[in-house]
């Protein structure tokens, strides 16, 4: 079949503009795929204030074009390819056979945080972005904390503590020592910025932590300590001590105050006492608290008497009494106390008698003096009434007293006789 010519040439054209459109499509296809292309994103980026900060940006085909890092926030052109735009010396960039392009910021501010970008100047242009967050750690505010407080008894105290950082910080309170604080709350520890004593006392003294953290290494504290004036109180252990004559006897006080009080001894009838061949005072002194001793070596007849420990300060005086009394030869210092029957009219009424042999009367006159209390002299009343019940006896005699054999004749011989009679 023969095909006219006109029919070939259109034919032939219409061939050549198919074949045209496909090269041209290639050729855009291939510069497509030589430009630039940014292949990851940039990293966000935490970094602690005063260290190091490193963006990077990878690039493929780079070719002849140009890469920029840009501070998004404010619109400043920081490097572009291998020079530095900022004056900002803390600035610097490098690079890796043109492909990785690393923004290096050195010795991190706050005022760094934000956003950053890398761009490549094809048209339109490429870029990435990512963000560099700057943690700051925690610092107390010297000047809005509380420093040393001294205050008065039941004044009301509220103890400051102010910490910057970002994250901001979160501030918390203990005591040096790891007693509870006794507070609106109590407890080991107390949150906020503020503590609080309402009326405080002795028992609020001590040293207390501000602590202040944000989860960025170091937390950091402040100490304050919290001083509390109050008038001298005075403590006596035992307000009766024994001692033989010639023997050694050690009196002892325990005295709070604070400011720090002056403590002595005073003998009655004497005057104050102070250290000798046979008298020695020590004092040990811890915070507010103030041990007295006073110890008596060869103690002598003057020695017995009564004794008062003193302790003032610009707030007030107290004192204590304590009694050194003569033991004589051979009495125990402390007196036992000795197993006293007292029975009642019941159990003589329900119970028949058994032999014991009892004790002979004792002289228990010395014992009153010693005691010198109403308490001693009632069982000593007890006692003998009970020996009066029992009587001394040898051999086979029942310890009855005469009003015991009355009894028990009635209950023995008159009662069944009653009983009978009424029967």
Excluded at 65 to 79: E, F, G, H, P, S
Excluded at 223 to 242: A, C, G, I, N, W
Excluded at 299 to 322: H, I, P, W
Aim: proline content about 5%.
């Amino acid at each position: 079949m023969r095909v006219s010519k006109p029919k070939y040439f259109s034919y032939l054209a219409a061939v050549y503009i198919i074949i045209r459109e496909c090269y041209q499509a290639l050729g855009a296809v291939h510069d497509e795929e030589m430009l630039p292309i940014i292949v990851e994103d940039v990293a966000n980026l935490t970094v602690v204030s005063g260290r190091e900060a490193v963006l990077s940006c990878h690039v493929d085909h780079l070719g002849s074009y140009k890469v920029a890092w840009v501070r998004v926030d404010t619109q400043t052109i920081l490097t572009i390819h291998n020079s530095i735009i900022t004056r900002n010396q803390r600035v610097s960039l490098s690079h890796r056979e043109h492909k990785e392009w690393k923004l290096h910021i050195s010795n991190v501010q706050e005022s760094d945080r934000g956003w950053y970008l890398c761009q490549v100047n094809t048209e339109p242009m490429r870029s990435k972005r990512g963000y560099l967050e700057v943690t700051v750690p925690p610092a107390i505010v010297d000047a809005r904390s509380s420093a040393d407080l001294v205050v008065r008894e039941k004044d009301r105290v509220n103890l400051t503590c102010q910490a910057r950082g970002y994250p901001t910080p979160k501030v918390l309170w203990r005591r040096e020592d790891g007693e509870d604080i006794v507070a609106r709350e109590r407890g080991k520890t107390v949150s906020g910025g503020s503590l609080v004593f309402e009326s405080v006392g002795r028992g609020h003294i001590g040293t207390y932590l501000c602590i202040a953290s944000n989860g960025v290494p170091p937390s950091v504290s402040k100490r304050v300590e919290l001083k509390v004036q109050f008038p001298p109180m005075m403590t006596v252990p035992s307000q009766l001590e024994r001692s033989l004559l010639g023997g050694r006897a050690t009196l002892r006080c325990r005295s709070e105050a604070f400011p720090a009080s002056i403590n002595y001894w005073i003998r009655e009838g004497t005057g104050i006492v102070n250290t000798d061949e046979n008298h020695t005072v020590s004092l040990s002194v811890q915070d507010h608290v103030t041990q007295m001793k006073l110890e008596i070596t060869n103690v002598q007849m003057k020695d017995f008497a009564t004794y008062r420990c003193v302790s003032k300060n610009s707030l007030g005086e107290t004192d204590g009494k304590l009694r050194l009394h003569r033991i004589e030869s051979g009495e125990d210092p402390i007196p036992e106390e000795e197993e006293e029957f007292s029975p009642s009219t019941q159990t003589y009424l329900s119970t028949l008698p058994t032999y014991r042999n009892y004790p002979k009367k004792k002289d228990w006159s010395h014992r009153k003096q010693e005691r010198g209390n109403s308490a001693r002299t009632q069982e000593d009343s007890a006692a003998e009434v009970e020996r009066r019940l029992y009587f001394e006896h040898e051999g086979s005699q029942l310890p009855f007293s005469g009003s015991a054999v009355i009894q028990w004749t009635m209950l023995l011989y008159i009662c069944p006789l009653l009983t009978v009679s009424l029967v």
